[in-house]
């Protein structure tokens, strides 16, 4: 099952950042989708912010990576630093059904940079083998279409600079403070 003959189920779920769309197939998830701007302020670290996960296609059950997808994003805005322990959904974004750079910057950011640390875009680049690519890597973090799983948000410049960040400045912020503030418990 490849990218257009998925038949694409979405699943809704209320955050601290605001509305976030979970799109997939049956095989896994596609993509998480900040719908919103954020409905707090970035410095306000409300732990167990009121979260409610909302079908979309009526009767039908949504697909099992979508609700773990769900599950795993309760989790991390509720108590982040549980979110190590809890299985991964399945990804099935094109992105990651083919080896590429983009899908290995992606995979190493996972599993390398843990809760409540930051890496450089040149350093990851050097951690994929290709020690000159840190804007390559920016592209990568662009087009990460598991954002938050994948912590595109722990990826900053090399001046200590925060960076950019699809979702906003101000949503990175609020995802390093709320990480930071869940590790120093």
């Avoid at 083919?98 to 992606?106: E, M, P, T």
């Avoid at 662009?142 to 722990?154: A, E, Q």
């Amino acid at each position: 099952m490849m990218g257009s003959t998925c038949r694409m189920k979405y699943k809704f779920l209320e955050s601290p950042l605001g509305r976030i769309e979970i799109s997939g197939c049956e095989a896994g998830v596609h993509g998480i989708n900040l719908l919103e701007k954020m409905v707090q302020r970035p410095d306000s670290h409300c732990r167990g912010a009121p979260l409610s996960g909302e079908g979309l296609e009526g009767p039908e059950e949504t697909p099992p990576a979508l609700d773990e997808c769900a599950a795993w994003l309760e989790a991390y805005f509720s108590a982040p630093e549980t979110v190590e322990d809890l299985p991964l959904p399945a990804f099935h974004h094109p992105l990651f059904q083919q080896d590429s750079f983009r899908r290995r910057v992606l995979w190493t950011l996972m599993t390398t940079v843990k809760l409540g640390n930051t890496i450089s875009y040149q350093q990851l680049a050097a951690l994929v083998g290709k020690s000159g690519a840190a804007r390559a890597v920016g592209g990568a973090m662009r087009d990460n279409p598991v954002p938050i799983i994948i912590p595109c948000h722990r990826v900053i410049c090399s001046s200590g600079k925060i960076g950019n960040y699809t979702g906003g400045v101000g949503v990175k912020e609020w995802l390093l403070g709320h990480e930071k503030h869940a590790k120093g418990k």
